[in-house]
């Protein structure tokens, strides 16, 4: 087993990190689509998912897990410091503060219900990824992109809205919430799937990868185990 990552992985790691950081920062803003209103995090934020599906399939749960973590890193990182910069006080002639506070200046309940979302729903989504593609014996991509997705990001709902808006938001209207935003994010993944399929067989032609998760294990914190 190699112990280096390639040129593929290292810039689908980065664009992982970005679209991460982003959807925390788009989250900031509500939009309306149609008779749906969503936050403008959900622009983004699936594309994680595909990321971590292409991942699991090509390099396996390992290189799945090194990723997560480092997402995880990396948001908790840009959110200090923006939380830092809130604190500082402003020049005095400086006229952006509120709208500054307001995209970084998060309650720390949104912050550990999004980094907490985050965690349990992608190591669930890479998890199903892996084992159904053992069990399938490398066939049903499409199946198991699907699936693996239902689950990551039926778990991140059920995590971060009560954490984040329980005892704000009345429950009927919050577990609204949270089927549209399973329902339509799940729906991202359907509709973007031929291009998911395409990457993903691009990607093992030019890495010459595809790793099978056999006899390895699925404990989140041995991020060593590449």
Known sequence: MKHTVSVSFMLLGILFNVC????????TKVIQLGSLTVTAGLLVFPVSYII??????????????????????MNFFVVTLGLVAVAIPAAPFWEGEEHFNFVFGMAPRIV????LAFLVGSFLNAYVMSRMKIVSQGRRFAWRAIA??????????????????GGIIAWPELLVMMGIQVVLKSLYEVIILPVTIRVVRAVKRIDGSD???????????RIKEL
């Open 148 to 165: 693996s997705t239902v689950v990551g990001e039926t778990a991140d709902s059920l995590i971060f809205f009560p954490i984040a808006f």
């Open 112 to 115: 550990v219900a999004s980094l």
């Open 211 to 221: 790793v099978y998760d056999e006899g390895i294990s699925y404990k989140v914190w």
């Open 52 to 73: 971590n599906d292409c991942i699991s399939e090509v390099w396996g749960f390992r290189k799945a897990r090194l990723i997560i973590w480092s997402g995880f890193a």
């Open 20 to 27: 991460l950081i982003a959807a925390n920062l788009l989250e």
